[in-house]
């Protein structure tokens, strides 16, 4: 193994908007260049407590205007599905710990069921912090319903995503979509050329 | 004049590493749609007290190490010079009403200035706060030390800039990099591509 096929760690919340663009591109890209991605979806509610920050539509008016125009407008540009959803921002640690409990037994099962979460919210306006959306979602990737409900209501898993958000935390993610790339951050959807560049070169 | 040759709008600071970053490229693309640039240079602290919002250095030290990180990052790969200024952030009322003086006279010699304001600080390091440097980059393009002097203090000048801010807090401009073009605001340097296909299609 050289030190260019390191995997690539992206953290996001099944709520944020431009994780959800990164997310329906990063994995190609990093895959052109031999690289796979470890996902890591966290609760930017905690992560915003700990950084003093807050959701982008829930700051001025003046602000949330331009996010909603830039949404939308940056979806188009990137030629992906968006609708704003009705439910916004929302709670996602049901869908975040069905995520790493699926992620516990099948690595490409869980990566279907994140894509599948966030198109659920962002294309088809579904409201993913009822834990009935997320098994139904779950249900269509043929995941079984009971075994899931346990699981998100299971303090192991509650402790894992846990442990996940304080990690990231810890190591210096402040919002999302964060990248890590060999030791380089990325921050927003917005930095996917440079991602791609530093892909190509090896850091620029 | 069909409404493609209407002018773009370009908020910005000169103390703002982003807004740097899109003088050097926003006048050459907007050329080739055939489209003039009205320059506004304005002051983001009068901008932040009215949005709350704060310096990008002066966040939280994890968001204010990522920021420096990316400012630096994102000039390379746009191919602009940077070198992260000793004084950050810093006062740059001075040359903003040393702007708007020279641009009463002769548009043209303004750009210019600007654009040697911006690089004195963002490539040479130079103090742009202190009005002796400021004069000193005029007097490099033939500007007249002593009525430059006057200006800055001429109550008539300080008026148009504090009129110009309160515009452009007005219309909903709430950091920089602030362009509009048709009405559609772009907020930031990374949002060139989006620009640069808004001019090539007319809006998408």
Chains 1, 2 share one sequence.
């Not at 190609?28 to 031999?34: D, I, K, S, T, V």
């Not at 407008?73 to 869908?95: E, K, V």
Request: net charge negative; glycine share 6%.
């Amino acid at each position: 193994m050289t030190e260019s096929a390191n995997p690539i760690d992206f953290w996001f919340d099944f709520s944020s908007p431009y994780s959800y663009l990164l997310s329906e591109r990063i994995d190609e890209l990093a895959g052109r260049f031999g690289r796979k991605v470890r996902w890591h979806p966290i609760l930017l509610g905690v992560v915003f407590r700990s950084t003093g920050s807050a959701p982008l539509t829930l700051q001025t008016p003046v602000k949330a205007k331009y996010w909603l125009i830039d949404f939308e407008r940056s979806a188009r540009f990137m030629g992906i599905p968006y609708h704003h959803p009705s439910q916004f921002p929302l709670a996602t640690q049901i869908a975040a710990r069905a995520y790493y409990w699926l992620h516990g037994q099948d690595c490409g099962l869980a990566r279907h069921f994140a894509h599948a979460v966030f198109r659920a919210l962002f294309a088809d306006n579904r409201d993913i912090s009822t834990p009935d959306t997320v098994f139904d979602i779950a249900a269509q990737l043929c995941v079984d319903r009971v075994a899931l409900e346990a699981a998100v209501n299971d303090p192991v898993i509650k402790e894992q995503l846990k442990d996940e958000v304080d990690h990231a935390i810890q190591i210096g993610v402040f919002g999302a979509p964060y990248v890590l790339i060999d030791g380089q951050p990325f921050f927003g959807a917005d930095r996917l050329p440079q991602i791609e560049k530093w892909l190509e070169t090896g850091g620029f």
